[in-house]
């Protein structure tokens, strides 16, 4: 990668740390309980003041050597997947095209540091659309070769493309005529020259000093193996519904709920006929405890909603004597149950209301969803 280095500003992120008692402080009050003060106080001090960050001029060699490695890592490993990138070209295509026309799963396998890779690799290809699992390629030779049949294809990462332990395993796929994707770093390699198709890294050098532990090598690996995910979620049009599916769990599952999962439904739903007396609204907007209450025309379709804030506007003396139809606000805000929570909440807030009703196809209410119900699902 040659001899040129960038220069690359470090962000440091200080600890938050309590602000310690002073010495002197808690001697004079653990002497008035007559105790002795023990020592760890001084200790903890210490701690304190080793775990602050030090300027540049107070650091000592070891220091600043550590910083220095560290940027030297990380500028080595950005240069090379900059030439990654200048080298992705038509073998990369025909390798998208080859996983996109597989019917059954894309099996990724990989030995040593390579194998884990290809098991992050393969996790990635499972959750943006790609059928995918890994098999360790020492395991494939003791009856895991059963996991992989005829309608699969196997994409194996080896850096020299000469991994003995991948050797069964490449040879099973040549046998039952199964596609076959290496990713090497050698294209005159045995797995290369055994597979259907082979996408080569760069010559790249290893960030180790020594140039032996995988270091760059395996970072062009795994950006290669997400381009390739990445590139296929895009083929096969892989939205964010579909990611839902495979992601229900913390915040990520959290960001991808559906509004129909957290909607208020059949006997939550404030609703009332456009000839409702406000008195019956107002009863029926404090049973439903949404602060509203829909309104609805004579075949069942949302034509209104009557807020706290429609009964502020229209208070007056006879504002108990009139009807729904007069009070309400028409054509409300309303959203699809299939769309995504995080869509309502910022339709509420663009629009600075609590409440969205939902809508059938016919324009029927079969929902609403309320500012809190996003909140206490833990979208925000």
């Known amino acids: 990668m040659g001899g040129d280095r960038v220069a690359l500003t470090a962000i440091g992120r200080a600890p ?11 001697r004079r009050r653990s002497s008035e309980r007559g105790h002795r003060v023990p020592e760890r ?15 540049a001029g107070e650091m000592d060699e070891s220091a600043r050597a550590a910083i220095a490695a560290g940027r030297r890592v990380v500028l080595a490993e950005a240069e090379a997947l900059r030439h990654l990138a200048d080298h992705i070209g038509a073998s990369f295509a025909e390798a998208v095209d080859l996983l996109a026309s597989v ?32 098999v360790h390629p020492a395991e494939a030779s003791h009856g895991d070769l059963g996991m992989i049949t005829p309608e699969d294809a196997v994409v194996a990462l080896s850096n020299s493309g000469e991994t003995a332990e991948l050797r069964d ?8 005529h199964i596609p076959l994707l290496a990713i090497v770093g050698r294209a005159r390699s045995t797995l290369a020259e055994a597979a259907d198709l082979a996408l080569v890294l760069p010559e790249i050098t290893e960030a180790c000093p020594l140039g032996l532990a995988p ?15 990445i590139a296929l979620l895009e083929r096969k049009g892989f939205g964010a519904r579909q990611f839902a599916v495979f992601h229900p769990g913390g ?3 959290a960001q991808l709920v559906r509004v129909e999962q957290l909607m208020r439904r059949d006997d939550e739903l404030p609703l009332v006929g456009t000839a409702t007396a406000m008195p019956e609204a107002v009863l029926e907007m404090t049973r439903k405890c949404l602060g509203c209450v829909g309104v609805v025309d004579d075949g ?10 429609d009964l502020r506007r229209h208070m007056g003396p006879d504002l108990m004597q009139r009807r729904v139809a007069e009070i309400m606000t028409r054509s409300p805000r309303t959203i699809d149950g299939r769309a995504l929570a995080v869509e309502a909440l910022a339709l509420m807030n663009e629009c600075a209301i609590t ?12 929902g609403a969803l309320h500012l809190h119900d996003c909140l206490r699902a833990g979208i925000a």
């Open 16 to 26: 938050i740390l309590a602000a310690p008692c002073a010495p002197g402080a808690a």
């Open 41 to 55: 106080v001084g200790r903890s001090q210490r701690a304190a003041e080793r775990a602050t960050p030090r300027d």
């Open 103 to 134: 019917r059954g799963r894309v099996v990724v396998t990989g030995m040593g540091k390579s194998g884990h890779i290809a098991r992050k690799v393969a996790a990635t290809l499972a959750s943006t659309g790609t059928p995918a699992l890994f």
């Open 169 to 176: 395993l490449t040879l099973y796929t040549r046998r039952f």
């Open 215 to 229: 270091t760059t090598s395996t970072t062009a690996m795994l950006a290669l193996g997400d381009a390739l995910a």
């Open 251 to 253: 915040k990520l599952g």
């Open 300 to 309: 069942g379709r949302l034509v209104g909603i009557v807020t706290d804030g």
């Open 355 to 366: 409440v969205l009703f939902v809508l059938d196809d016919a324009g029927r209410p079969v």
